[in-house]
């Protein structure tokens, strides 16, 4: 899942995430890869109903306000515990989304890896 996003489902991404990003998430992911689309969120803790039931609300948000033009058969949601503050551990599938202060050098990691 390395494709592009495409800069139309991007206003629809950050309008899905309004109110949903909250203080355990490290990092969220996004994966796309043409026909369904994958969001990801990296915790300081093991995965609880909240945390799913927070994506199924993202996840519903995306889908209800995404253009029509853009086909999308599938969205998954996936939550994984980082047990450490690592950047080993983070696979930004096709975009890191949001990444807490503390992991703001994976940003430049990736931003970097990605430019080679």
Known sequence: MKKLIPDKLWKSIV??????????????????????IIFRYYLDREPMDFDYESLEVVATNFDSCRPASIPIKNINIECVYL???????????????????ECYSLVLFILWFYEK
């Open 83 to 101: 047990k450490e503050k690592s950047r080993k551990d983070i696979d930004p599938l096709s975009s890191l989304f949001y990444a807490k202060r």
């Open 15 to 36: 309008i899905a995430f309004i109110g949903e990003i909250y203080c355990n998430i490290r990092a969220i992911a996004i994966g796309y890869d043409g026909d369904s």
